[in-house]
C-alpha cells in the first residue's frame, strides 16, 4: 500500500508539473505573439523626415493626435506630437494643395487651444511623407510664419 501511495504522488507531481509548464509556455507563446504584433511594423529610416512610429511622447500629446485623426475625416491620415509643442501630419491624398494652408491654420488654432501659453510648429506631410508645409505659431505676436 505504501508503494501505492508514493507512486500515487509522483505520478501527481509529474501532472503538475507537466500543467504548470503547458500553462506557462502557452502563456509566454502568447506574449511573444503579442510582441511580434507590436514590432513588426516597419522600422522608416533614420534619413526619413518623417519618423514617428507613435502618436505622441506625452498623454496629452498622444490623445490630441488621436483627436485629429479620428476628426479629420480621412483628411488626416496619421498625426504625432512632441515635448506638446511640435504637430506632425500626414495628409491623404483627398487634400487638394490649396486647402493645405488652411487645414494647417486650423491645425494651428487648435493646437494652440489646447497647448496654451507656448510657440508651436506645425509640419504637413504629403501622403509619400515628404514635408510640404511648415507653420509656426509666436505667442508674443499671435502670428502664424509659413514655409
Request: proline share 3%.
Amino acid at each position: 500500500m505504501n508503494l501505492l501511495q508514493q507512486s500515487r504522488k509522483i505520478i501527481t507531481a509529474f501532472v503538475l508539473v507537466f500543467i504548470l509548464t503547458l500553462t506557462a509556455a502557452c502563456g509566454n507563446s502568447s506574449n511573444v505573439a503579442q510582441l511580434e504584433r507590436n514590432t513588426s511594423q516597419p522600422a522608416l529610416s533614420q534619413s526619413s523626415p518623417y519618423s514617428a512610429l507613435e502618436r505622441g511622447n506625452t498623454q496629452s500629446g498622444q490623445s490630441f493626435a488621436d483627436w485629429v485623426v479620428q476628426t479629420s475625416k480621412g483628411l488626416v491620415k496619421d498625426a504625432y506630437v512632441r515635448d506638446n509643442n511640435k504637430l506632425g501630419i500626414v495628409i491623404s491624398s483627398q487634400v487638394r494643395p490649396n486647402e493645405v494652408r488652411t487645414l494647417t491654420k486650423s491645425l494651428v488654432q487648435g493646437f494652440h487651444k489646447n497647448f496654451p501659453n507656448q510657440d508651436l510648429k506645425v509640419l504637413v506631410y504629403a501622403p509619400d511623407k515628404k514635408l510640404v508645409l511648415t507653420a509656426q505659431y509666436d505667442i508674443q505676436s499671435n502670428q502664424i510664419q509659413y514655409s
